[in-house]
């Protein structure tokens, strides 16, 4: 069975996410440890709430970006954790982690990559004027929301729209295709090819 990490900041709905699609049978993983920058983030509550060992590694108390990812790597390794989700987790990776996990790392993203990368990208697209907006599931590579594309997930902009509700409708698709891209990986069914990633039937 893969054996999960998964890195977050903030309230953690896709770890949730991902945390009932195996409790529920749809995913057979383990997620054995989640990793925070962010003391108080809900992630690491949801966390023990499920009996999952969880972690803040504050970035403040290294030295550097490689020194803050060497003690993040250190708790992955001790946990034999083969793949890494990135949930909501508001840092840059650096190349120890990249380097350690190539290929191995996934991100989600709340947009129609290569549309509206970075932070706010709801907000982003809302405030383009976007007719159609998303979210993405990609390999995690040096560029920042850059990676192989694995799944993405149209929503339509309503009239009515605020970037609230946008942001609601983009949310929900999100619990959707994240364990849908990751029982893939688990799977062994994704083949990247260049920036392509090719799905086995
Ligand atoms: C999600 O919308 C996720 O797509 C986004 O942060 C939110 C975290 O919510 N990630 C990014 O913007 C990464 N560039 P969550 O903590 O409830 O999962």
């Given at each position: 069975?893969?054996?999960?990490?998964?890195?977050?900041?903030?309230?953690?709905?896709?770890?949730?996410?991902?945390?009932?699609?195996?409790?529920?049978?749809?995913?057979?993983?383990?997620?054995?440890?989640?990793?925070?920058?962010?003391?108080?983030?809900?992630?690491?509550?949801?966390?023990?709430?499920?009996?999952?060992?969880?972690?803040?590694?504050?970035?403040?108390?290294?030295?550097s970006k490689?020194?803050?990812?060497?003690?993040?790597?250190?708790?992955?390794?001790?946990?034999?954790?083969?793949?890494?989700?990135?949930?909501?987790y508001m840092?840059?990776?650096?190349?120890?982690?990249?380097?350690a996990y190539?290929?191995?790392?996934?991100?989600?993203?709340?947009?129609?990559?290569?549309?509206?990368?970075?932070?706010?990208?709801?907000?982003?697209?809302?405030?383009?004027?976007?007719?159609?907006?998303?979210?993405?599931?990609?390999?995690?590579?040096?560029?920042?929301?850059?990676?192989?594309?694995?799944?993405?997930?149209?929503?339509?902009?309503?009239?009515?729209?605020?970037?609230?509700?946008?942001?609601?409708?983009?949310?929900?698709?999100?619990?959707?295709?994240?364990?849908?891209?990751?029982?893939?990986?688990?799977?062994?069914?994704?083949?990247?090819?260049?920036?392509?990633?090719?799905?086995?039937?």
């Amino acid at each position: 069975m893969t054996r999960i990490a998964v890195l977050a900041s903030g309230r953690g709905s896709n770890l949730q996410a991902i945390i009932d699609s195996i409790e529920n049978g749809y995913l057979k993983a383990k997620i054995c440890v989640v990793v925070s920058d962010i003391g108080d983030a809900y992630a690491l509550e949801r966390a023990r709430k499920h009996g999952i060992n969880s972690f803040h590694v504050d970035p403040k108390g290294f030295g550097s970006k490689d020194l803050y990812e060497e003690e993040i790597l250190r708790i992955l390794k001790n946990n034999n954790v083969q793949l890494i989700l990135l949930a909501g987790y508001m840092k840059i990776l650096g190349k120890t982690l990249l380097t350690a996990y190539k290929n191995r790392i996934l991100n989600i993203h709340p947009a129609l990559l290569p549309a509206f990368p970075g932070l706010h990208a709801q907000e982003q697209a809302f405030r383009y004027g976007v007719k159609v907006a998303g979210c993405t599931v990609h390999f995690v590579d040096e560029e920042l929301d850059c990676g192989p594309i694995i799944l993405q997930k149209c929503v339509e902009v309503k009239e009515d729209d605020t970037d609230q509700t946008l942001a609601e409708r983009i949310l929900e698709q999100e619990h959707k295709i994240y364990p849908e891209a990751v029982k893939l990986f688990v799977e062994n069914k994704l083949r990247l090819e260049g920036r392509k990633v090719k799905i086995i039937k």
